[in-house]
Every structure is written in structure tokens, then in C-alpha cells.
């Protein structure tokens, strides 16, 4: 999951990448209006967490302007005012979820989970192919029985590959996808870590090279070698 963090409490927004990040999502942050509207419209986020008062750009104008792009993102917003008025004058700007401050990280992340499934098409609680299941929620995979131990980033490509249900996924896609602003588009991260991931995932091989276009897990798996 790709997730935008707009606040200009730099500590907040810190601790908030930090603890989303340790659940294997990819986070960008911002820390003004105008750096976090210029983020939104650069990349596909899933979940945009905003806050409400931003310097710079307001975050009502970011929250209007994602809304009226017909972008698939969803919105979560924050503010430090939990009156019920503001809450219901942010729900109508189009914000999906709103969370007054302070607030619990466990009740952010579970609210920002919870759009995250709301923000792509809807795809199995647990994937499966072959003998090979992942399930995203607790982070687990498991081949023929047998725990598959995965980083972070490994299983978030599995995740994009099973997700596309047998379709090729590019390398830009999954760099998009899995890691952050911060890598480099022209690195060899995403072949490397397919590589490993194929050695950790076994025989008979599961994941497809498409030259020139990608990757992909074949919806019904056969015994093939990677190429």
C-alpha cells in the first residue's frame, strides 16, 4: 500500500511514517499544503493521511481537489478540532474518514487499512495460488504448509503480483507500489528482489518473467523455470 502523509507537525508525521512503514507500507511525507498537493497529483497514493491546517495550501483545498479528480485515493483527515461540526464539514468536503487529534497510532493504522482496501479493487482477504498462500492482514505467507520467511518489500511484490491475478506487472509499477519516494528509478532493486524472492518461494518456480513487460504469477501456476 502507497500512503501520502501531509502534516506540518514534522514529529507527528515522523512517528506516523515510522509506524505505518513497520507495517510494510511504502510512505511519503510531506509537511506543507503546497509540497503535499504538488505529492498527490505526482503518484497514486492509496490513502492520503492530511491534516486539516496546513500552512501553505489548506488541507480542505487538497482534499476538494483529489475529490473532483475522480482519483481512487482515499482520504483521511486530521485535525486538532473533534467537534462534531468540524468532523461533518470535513466528511463533506469528500474526506472518507476523519480522526481528531491526539490520537491512538493502533486506531490511525486501522482506519488507514481499512480505506486502503477501499482505494483498489477488491481482492481476496487471503491470496492463493498453487500451494502458495498470503495473507496480507497478518502478513503471513506460507508454500505447501511451510512458513515463507519475507521482508517487508518481498512480500509487498508478492502481494502486487498475486494481487493482479495472473496480469503482468511492470517494474515501475511495483517500484511505485512497494517502495517509496525516495528510490531510485533506475536502481536494480525490483529485479533483485524478485530474484531472492523466487529462491525463497522454491520449486517449482511461481514467478514469471515477461521480457519487456514485467512480471506476473500465471493465475494457474505450472511447473516452469523462471526466465
Known sequence: MRVLVVED???????????????????DIAYDGDEGHEMAFITRYDVVVLDRDLPGRHGDEICADL????????????????????????????????????????????????????????????????????????????RAGAPVDLTRKEFGVLEELLKARGGVVSSEELLERVWDANADPFTTTVRVTVMTLRKKLGDPPLIETVVGAGYRVPAVAADRTPA
Open 67 to 142: 475529490v473532483a479528480s475522480g482519483a481512487l485515493t482515499r482520504v483521511l483527515m486530521l485535525t486538532a478540532s473533534g467537534t462534531v461540526a468540524d468532523r461533518v464539514e470535513g466528511l463533506q468536503l469528500g474526506a472518507d474518514d476523519y480522526l481528531p487529534k491526539p490520537f491512538a497510532f493502533d486506531e490511525l493504522l486501522a482506519r488507514v487499512q481499512a480505506l486502503g482496501r477501499r482505494a483498489t479493487p477488491p481482492a481476496p482477504p487471503v491470496l492463493a495460488v498453487a500451494d502458495l498462500v498470503v495473507d496480507p492482514a497478518k502478513r503471513l505467507a506460507t
Open 9 to 27: 507537525e514534522r514529529a507527528l508525521a515522523d512517528a506516523i511514517g515510522r509506524g505505518l512503514r513497520r507495517q510494510g507500507m511504502a510512505v
